[in-house]
């Protein structure tokens, strides 16, 4: 089976910065994509950054300019670093990955970001 440990979500005032992180652990030869997704209550999921194993990286527009995300292929993690936030920003914040044997994706167990006004 395959984990992934998500941390670095919390409480912070609108125009701060958070650093989320995923770590993935397991019976794992390889991991593809990594993406992050979020959920504001009331709606749906939404991808908010990806990145492939090349480092390869792709973005919603509500938050280009503001997010990037970065992976450590050693450390089996993705990471989202977020500046600018603002309160439309605040939701739980998922990490995927899709995991060698078997191209299998898993979901983190979220992590909530508030942005406060």
């Known amino acids: 089976q395959v984990q992934l440990v998500e941390s670095g979500g919390g409480l912070v005032q609108a125009g701060g910065s958070l650093r989320l992180s995923c770590a993935a652990a397991?019976?794992?030869?390889?991991?593809?994509?990594m993406k992050w997704y979020r959920q504001a209550p009331g709606k749906q999921r939404e991808l908010v950054a990806d990145?492939?194993?090349?480092?390869?990286?792709n973005y919603a527009d509500s938050v280009k300019g503001r997010f990037t995300i970065s992976r450590d292929n050693a450390k089996s993690t993705v990471y989202l670093q977020m500046n600018s936030l603002k309160p439309v920003d605040t939701a739980v914040y998922y990490c995927?990955?899709?995991?060698?044997?078997?191209?299998?994706?898993?979901w983190g167990q979220g992590t909530q970001v508030t942005v406060s006004s």
């Open positions: 995927y990955a899709v995991v060698q044997p078997g191209l299998v994706g898993y």
């Open positions: 990145i492939t194993s090349g480092g390869t990286t």
């Open positions: 397991g019976r794992i030869s390889s991991i593809g994509v």
